[in-house]
């Protein structure tokens, strides 16, 4: 790795021969972990290098599990993937506040504002934490907190997930299929 070291200045994948493999990597510095990354496509160096770079900031009513309440705080994604799954999620509270505009294309723009209005347009709320996993999660936090957890302790946070997980997989089912709760 030692004679990788003069690619810290590297800042784009660059072509590197790997006799050990026998096979063109690329290769580049990668500034938030301080290490130089190897990729066996460009497309891959490339995809990491964009990952890292971009940054689209949003602002949604987001339950604070620390805080046990919704509140309205401004976040951010990597991808605009990502931008379109927090939408579906927010589609009330979702907006990009003035100063982060600039972080998106107006095609961007116009996409997301479009999907917006058919998501509050066929009725889809802001995704709520159903009380019954409030209550497990209250729970599980009230158990995790014990410094000493005896075996039924730890059965039980064991069963307190798997019950989560359950309730997450049916709300989602539940919000994918728009059924209204009564």
């Given at each position: 790795?030692?004679?990788?070291?003069?690619?810290?200045?590297?800042?784009?994948?660059?072509?590197?021969?790997?006799?050990?493999?026998?096979?063109?990597?690329?290769?580049?510095?990668?500034?938030?972990?301080?290490?130089?990354?190897?990729?066996?496509?460009?497309?891959?160096?490339?995809?990491?290098n964009i990952q890292n770079n971009l940054i689209y900031h949003y602002?949604?009513?987001?339950?604070?599990?620390?805080?046990?309440?919704?509140q309205k705080e401004i976040c951010h994604c990597h991808s605009f993937?990502?931008?379109?799954?927090?939408?579906?999620?927010?589609?009330?509270?979702?907006?990009?506040?003035?100063?982060?505009?600039?972080?998106?294309?107006?095609?961007?723009?116009?996409?997301?504002?479009?999907?917006?209005?058919?998501?509050?347009?066929?009725?889809?709320?802001?995704?709520?934490?159903?009380?019954?996993?409030?209550?497990?999660?209250?729970?599980?936090?009230?158990?995790?907190?014990?410094?000493?957890?005896?075996?039924?302790?730890?059965?039980?946070?064991?069963?307190?997930?798997?019950?989560?997980?359950?309730?997450?997989?049916?709300?989602?089912?539940?919000?994918?299929?728009?059924?209204?709760?009564?």
């Amino acid at each position: 790795m030692k004679c990788l070291n003069k690619y810290k200045n590297c800042h784009i994948p660059y072509p590197y021969y790997d006799k050990k493999s026998n096979i063109i990597k690329w290769i580049m510095y990668n500034e938030t972990t301080k290490q130089i990354e190897k990729n066996n496509s460009l497309q891959d160096a490339l995809e990491n290098n964009i990952q890292n770079n971009l940054i689209y900031h949003y602002k949604a009513k987001i339950y604070k599990v620390d805080e046990m309440k919704y509140q309205k705080e401004i976040c951010h994604c990597h991808s605009f993937d990502e931008i379109i799954k927090v939408l579906y999620k927010y589609p009330e509270s979702f907006l990009i506040p003035k100063e982060y505009k600039n972080e998106y294309s107006n095609q961007e723009l116009k996409l997301l504002k479009e999907f917006k209005n058919y998501l509050l347009l066929i009725g889809l709320k802001d995704y709520k934490i159903s009380d019954e996993r409030l209550n497990l999660e209250k729970k599980y936090i009230k158990i995790y907190k014990k410094k000493n957890k005896s075996i039924i302790d730890k059965v039980m946070m064991f069963y307190l997930d798997k019950k989560e997980q359950k309730l997450i997989n049916k709300e989602k089912y539940m919000r994918c299929v728009n059924i209204k709760n009564k």
